[in-house]
C-alpha cells in the first residue's frame, strides 16, 4: 500500500507527494504518468475513495427500482395488447425502454457503491450508459412530439402513409438508437483514463460534455417546437 502518497515517479526511485481532496484527481494524475500502471495508480488513491452513504445509496436502490419497475410496467402492457400495437404506442414504449436502462444504471451504482467497488472504468462504464439513457429518452420524447405533429398538421399526409406507419416508427426507432452510440464513445476509448489530457473533466473530456449538451439541446428544441405547433393548432 502507498500510504505516504499519492502520485508516484517510478522512474526516478522517488516519490512526489502531492495531496488531493478527491479520489478522481488523484488516479487522473497518476494515469498521466506512462510509467504508472493502473493498478498502482489505484492503490495509491484509494485513501482518497469515498462512498455514498448508507441512507443515499438506499435512496438511489429505491429510485432506480421504482423507474425500472413502473416503465417495465408499461412497456408489458404495450407488448402484450396486440391493440397498442400501432406507431404511437411504439414510440412510447421507446421512451419506456430508455428510461428502464437509466434505472439500470442508477442500480448498478449504487450496487457497486455498496460492494465497495472503486474500480474508475467500471465507474466510468456505468456513468456513460445513464448518460447515453438520457440521450434516448431526449430522442424517444423529440419522436413522440414529432409524431403527434405530423398527425396534427398534416392529417392528409399521415393518413395517406398510415399502412406504413409502424414500419417508420420502427425505422426511426432503430435509428435514434444508433445515432445515441455517440454518447458511448468513452467506453470505446474516448476517455480521461485511457487518453489523459489537460481537457479532462472527471472521466470525460470536455468536448464530450460539449457534444452529449448539444445532442440533447437540439433534441429538447425539436420536442418544444412540434409540441408547441401541435397545441397551437389545435
Same mark, same amino acid.
Given at each position: 500500500?502507498?500510504?505516504?502518497?499519492?502520485?508516484?515517479?517510478?522512474?526516478?526511485?522517488?516519490?512526489?507527494?502531492?495531496?488531493?481532496?478527491?479520489?478522481?484527481?488523484?488516479?487522473?494524475?497518476?494515469?498521466?504518468?506512462?510509467?504508472?500502471?493502473?493498478?498502482?495508480?489505484?492503490?495509491?488513491?484509494?485513501?482518497?475513495?469515498?462512498?455514498?452513504?448508507?441512507?443515499?445509496?438506499?435512496?438511489?436502490?429505491?429510485?432506480?427500482?421504482?423507474?425500472?419497475?413502473?416503465?417495465?410496467?408499461?412497456?408489458?402492457?404495450?407488448?402484450?395488447?396486440?391493440?397498442?400495437?400501432?406507431?404511437?404506442?411504439?414510440?412510447?414504449?421507446?421512451?419506456?425502454?430508455?428510461?428502464?436502462?437509466?434505472?439500470?444504471?442508477?442500480?448498478?451504482?449504487?450496487?457497486?457503491?455498496?460492494?465497495?467497488?472503486?474500480?474508475?472504468?467500471?465507474?466510468? =462504464?456505468?456513468?456513460?450508459?445513464?448518460? /447515453? @439513457?438520457?440521450? +434516448? *429518452?431526449?430522442?424517444? !420524447? #423529440?419522436?413522440?412530439? %414529432?409524431?403527434?405533429?405530423?398527425?396534427?398538421?398534416?392529417?392528409?399526409?399521415?393518413?395517406?402513409?398510415?399502412?406504413?406507419?409502424?414500419? =417508420?416508427?420502427?425505422?426511426?426507432?432503430? /435509428? @435514434?438508437?444508433? +445515432? *445515441?452510440?455517440?454518447? !458511448? #464513445?468513452?467506453?470505446? %476509448?474516448?476517455?480521461?483514463?485511457?487518453?489523459?489530457?489537460?481537457?479532462?473533466?472527471?472521466?470525460?473530456?470536455?468536448?464530450?460534455?460539449?457534444?452529449?449538451?448539444?445532442?440533447?439541446?437540439?433534441?429538447?428544441?425539436? *420536442?418544444?417546437?412540434?409540441?408547441?405547433?401541435?397545441?397551437?393548432?389545435?
Amino acid at each position: 500500500m502507498f500510504n505516504n502518497s499519492s502520485v508516484l515517479t517510478l522512474d526516478s526511485n522517488e516519490t512526489s507527494v502531492q495531496e488531493f481532496d478527491r479520489w478522481f484527481p488523484c488516479i487522473l494524475q497518476n494515469m498521466q504518468n506512462t510509467t504508472v500502471s493502473y493498478s498502482q495508480a489505484e492503490e495509491a488513491c484509494s485513501m482518497y475513495f469515498k462512498e455514498f452513504e448508507t441512507g443515499t445509496t438506499v435512496i438511489y436502490g429505491l429510485t432506480a427500482g421504482f423507474i425500472i419497475i413502473t416503465n417495465a410496467a408499461v412497456l408489458w402492457g404495450i407488448i402484450r395488447s396486440r391493440q397498442l400495437h400501432k406507431a404511437f404506442y411504439f414510440y412510447m414504449a421507446n421512451l419506456s425502454l430508455a428510461d428502464i436502462l437509466a434505472g439500470i444504471a442508477l442500480l448498478c451504482y449504487s450496487t457497486i457503491d455498496l460492494m465497495g467497488v472503486t474500480s474508475p472504468y467500471i465507474r466510468m =462504464n456505468i456513468a456513460t450508459v445513464a448518460i /447515453s @439513457s438520457q440521450v +434516448l *429518452s431526449a430522442s424517444a !420524447l #423529440a419522436l413522440q412530439s %414529432g409524431n403527434s405533429y405530423v398527425v396534427v398538421r398534416h392529417p392528409m399526409f399521415f393518413y395517406l402513409n398510415a399502412h406504413n406507419a409502424n414500419r =417508420n416508427a420502427g425505422v426511426a426507432i432503430v /435509428s @435514434s438508437w444508433l +445515432l *445515441s452510440l455517440l454518447s !458511448l #464513445a468513452p467506453i470505446m %476509448g474516448w476517455n480521461c483514463l485511457d487518453m489523459p489530457t489537460q481537457n479532462c473533466s472527471t472521466f470525460y473530456h470536455t468536448a464530450y460534455f460539449g457534444l452529449v449538451g448539444a445532442m440533447i439541446i437540439l433534441l429538447a428544441a425539436t *420536442s418544444l417546437f412540434t409540441t408547441e405547433q401541435s397545441q397551437y393548432t389545435a
